[in-house]
Structures are given as structure tokens and as C-alpha cells.
């Protein structure tokens, strides 16, 4: 099988925001000048109205990235067909530059979670997630980039480093990967880890997008720092400073910035995105021809 | 454990919070930790609770933020989401609501819970060229009385005892308004085009629409609603409808009695 470009994102390197309707006015009347928007998948799959003129419009304007959280890809149970078949039609519709989904479980027998649960790391569930991404990227007939979770527990039997089975996943099913750079922060502040290690270990080079958001903060039950990603505030200093240094290893990728609780005006998001973007420049401008792992 | 008894155990532990936490879970530190794991049980059920609360907002400031939660929970431990889609989710809370013993002293916050599933609905609902007067009137009149119309696929008819449409009316701005009316209501929750209408319509036109709704031929319809009220007007209610984005498009112009080959 002949090599595929896993780092092959057609977003632009540059810095995008989480699309909310509430802003719909003030972006088409005020075209800001952001890399491109990113949507929730699942909040698009009723049959009309606003919501696909929305898109449609907004997708003839800015690159589009399409963000499913609701196929459950490290479910053991198999994925839902039904939800396949409309995330196919969606993105045959709009025909988004990325489209992602998460190293998570959300549905169960009992129905849809509405979270993103976590799943032990083993040589079962690894197998079990690289044939859910092979069978949604043949279902939609495009490359899945799949999300590093943010985590609040261990699981005693995880066999397997969370880094090595993402990249497993990727290398098995040529995928690419979101780098989350706040559930990274998370992850490692949650257990212990450091989180520039974290992404200095990162197969990078099959980074298609990186998510930034804020974090909340509470102590576990032993009083120890235990972070929540919230998506409710502007991105922390320290994840900054994390996606400073991971752009610096990385060069430009796609940068979205992620707020869905609490969701401020426009131009909030728009300034985050600038900071980001200026992250980027300078990563382009000191490192033009450089996109090294 | 394999991959299925994890969650398995994972997903009972989260929906039942009397479950302490599933065996197997550690932290860096070597121990369990139960408040990490309360961690994903809050968001399940906050996040349910507020997709329930974003789309029955007059729900909510009918009871009280305290008495919406303690109702969202009671619904929620019975029926969880079917699919991810969670804009269809509580589609049939107000039926949930109707069973709700502590909200019977609130008689009308089914209904209200109607209209506001209706809005939802109209807002994802399939785009549809509205059925024109002009249709209507090229009709030959002899054919008029046999013309069933199809329901705009935005469209829905809410009818209550109660005066639902001005109670959800007078909870739109900050400061509610002292609502009048009494007596029942009917509602048109339609969207004809991209904007969700909320219309009460008038008392002597809600079983017209009813009937109509309901796939009754135009005759009939009216048959039904003039011996119910004798100020009836026919021309009236049908353009009032027509106008409000109740109906579909007719697909053939020679409509009449829909399909004649039928029976």
C-alpha cells in the first residue's frame, strides 16, 4: 500500500473558531478575517432551516471543519449506521477541509451519554477503535482526524501509553490526529504527567489540527490539582505557553479555538484566535520550510 | 476485563449515582478516587439537564431554575437520548411533564412544553415551499371541498384549556407580562421560511385547523367548525392558515381530492 501524506490537512495553517449561531449576524455582516470555522457535526443533522443555511452560507465564505461528538468511536458496541449514513451526507454537502472525532465512548445500550467517556488502552480496544476509524473513513469516504481525550481517571488495566495507541491508530488506519493542546494539559496536570513531554513524545508530523480551549480547576478527592475541560473561558497562560512550544516543533497547523459554555460575543473568540494566530506567523516566518516531528 | 464489561460497568456506575464507582479505576497516585469519577456523572447529567433547559425556557421560569432541575432529573433517569442528535431530545417531555405529580398544581406547563418542542422541531424541520393563496384560488370551486392539504413539515397546532400561547408570549421579554386571556388557546408553531412563527389563532379557527391537519378534505373541515361557532368564515380561516405557512405546496395543480385512485 503506497504511503499516504498523514499530516495532509487542506485547512489553512492558521488560527479558525468554534462556530455558535449566536454569532451568525456579526460574522456574515463583519467577514472577519479568521482561518476558518469549525462546527459540531451532530448539531447539523436535522433535515432544513437555519441551521444548513447557516452552513451553506458560511462554508461558501470560510474553509470548514466538521467536529463530530457523537460517534462513540471507542464504544466496544459497533457504530451506529444510521449515524454514519448522516455524517456522510453532511460532509457530502459541505465537503469540510477536516473533519474529526474523539478517542472517547459516548453511546451505550442504555442510549447517548452526551459525554466523552474514556476507555482503557489495551490490544482489545486498540483494535476495536482502529476498526471503528477504518469503517467511518470508508463510510464518508475521507480521513478522520482523531482527538487525544482530556481524562479524569486511569484505567488498572490500560496496557498501552495513550501516545503509542493513537499513533497505532494512525498508523493501522492512516488517519491523522487532532492535537487538543488543553486536554493535553489536562491529561498530564490530572495524572501526574509533563505535558511538554507529552507532546514532545506526539508523532506531530500526523497533526491535521490543534484545539486550544480554557480549563476549569478543582482538587480530587486526595486535595490534588484536577483540572476540567470546560470550553467556558479564554485559553489558560500555561496552555499557551504549551501550544507555543508544540508550534514550535510542529510549524503552522490549523488552530481552533474552542468555547461552548458561557459563549461570549464574537469578538472574544476572534481575539483569541488573533493571539493564536500570531503564534502561527511567527512560527511560519522563523520556520518557513520546516514541518519536522 | 474486556472492553464490553468496562463500559458496561462505566456507563451503570454514571446512571446510577447510588453505584459507587466501577472496579478498576485508578489514579498516579495508585488509589481510586471517587470525586474523579463524579466528574463525568456531573457532566452527563448537567449537560442533559441543560439541553433540557435551553429548549424549555419558558418551562423554566414558569417553575424556578430548582423545581426544572428536579423535573429534568425525574425524565432524565427515564429516558435517556436515543441517538446523539440532542436537539431532538425531550421531544416527549411534555408528556413526561403531564405524568409529573409534584407539577400538577401548574396545569398548563404541559402544553406550554408542547409548543416550545414544536419550536425546536420547525427550527430543523425539512424545508418546504409553503402552499400559496394563489394555488388555492386557481382551484375550479367545485373541487375546492375535496382538496385535502398536506401539513407544512415545519408546521404543528398546539391546542390547549389554557391560554398557552399568551403565557409563553408574556415570558419572551425580561419582565413578564401580566397575561389577560382565559380561557383555551391554539397554537401554529410554522416556518414557512427561515424564521419559526408562533402564531394563537383565532377560537373559531382552531378546529378548522385541526381537522385539516388531521388530513380532513376542506369541506369536511369546514362542515365540522360553522356549527361549532356560527361566525366561521371559511375564506378567512383558509387564507389566515394558508398565510401563516400551514400548509405544503400542492404538488399537482389539479389537485382536488388529492388521489383519486386512493380508495
Known sequence: MPYEPLHASRLPPRAGAGFKPEHYADIVETAPDIGFLEVHAENYMGDGGMPHRMLAELSARYALSLHGVGLSIGAARPLDKTHLARLRLLIDRYRPQSFSEHLAWSTHDTGFLNDLLPLPYTPETLARVADHVDEVQQATGRQLLLENPSTYVLFEESSIDEIEFLDAVAERTGCGLLLDVNNVMVSAVNHGLDPFAYVDRFPLARVGEIHLAGYDETVDGAGERLLIDAHGSRVREDVFALYRHTVGRCGAVATLIEWDNDVPGFAVLYDEARRADAVLADAAARRPLSRSA | ?263
Do not use: C
Not at chain 2, 441517538?83 to 405524568?99: K, N, R, V, W
Not at chain 2, 389554557?162 to 415570558?171: D, L, N
Open chain 2, 1 to 263: 476485563m474486556g472492553h464490553a464489561a468496562t463500559e458496561a460497568a462505566f456507563a451503570a456506575a454514571i446512571l446510577d449515582p447510588a453505584l459507587p464507582p466501577p472496579a478498576g479505576l485508578t489514579t498516579a497516585r495508585g488509589a481510586p478516587d471517587e470525586k474523579r469519577f463524579a466528574v463525568y456523572r456531573n457532566n452527563v447529567a448537567v449537560g442533559l439537564r441543560k439541553a433540557l433547559a435551553t429548549r424549555f425556557r419558558v418551562v423554566e421560569r414558569l417553575v424556578g431554575e430548582e423545581f426544572f432541575a428536579l423535573m429534568a432529573r425525574a425524565y432524565i433517569a427515564g429516558a435517556r437520548p436515543a441517538s446523539p442528535l440532542l436537539f431532538a431530545y425531550g421531544d416527549d417531555f411534555a408528556d413526561f411533564i403531564e405524568t409529573f405529580a409534584p407539577a400538577a398544581s401548574v396545569p398548563y406547563l404541559a402544553d406550554v412544553a408542547r409548543i416550545e418542542a414544536a419550536v425546536t422541531r420547525a427550527y430543523h424541520a425539512a424545508d418546504a415551499a409553503p402552499l400559496a393563496i394563489a394555488q388555492l384560488a386557481a382551484l375550479p370551486p367545485e373541487r375546492l371541498a375535496e382538496t385535502r392539504l398536506a401539513p407544512h413539515p415545519a408546521a404543528a397546532m398546539v391546542r390547549s384549556r389554557f391560554p398557552v400561547g399568551s403565557i409563553w408570549q408574556a415570558h419572551q421579554s425580561e419582565t413578564v407580562a401580566p397575561v389577560s386571556a382565559a380561557g383555551g388557546e391554539a397554537v401554529l408553531v410554522a416556518r414557512p421560511g427561515f424564521e419559526v412563527g408562533i402564531h394563537i389563532l383565532p377560537t373559531r379557527d382552531a378546529g378548522f385547523a385541526a381537522a385539516l391537519f388531521a388530513g380532513e378534505m376542506l369541506g369536511d373541515a369546514a362542515a365540522q367548525a360553522l356549527p361549532a361557532d356560527p361566525d366561521f368564515d371559511f375564506g378567512g380561516a383558509l387564507v389566515g392558515l394558508t398565510g401563516l405557512g400551514a400548509f405544503s405546496v400542492m404538488t399537482r395543480m389539479d389537485g382536488g381530492g388529492e388521489d383519486d385512485g386512493d380508495d
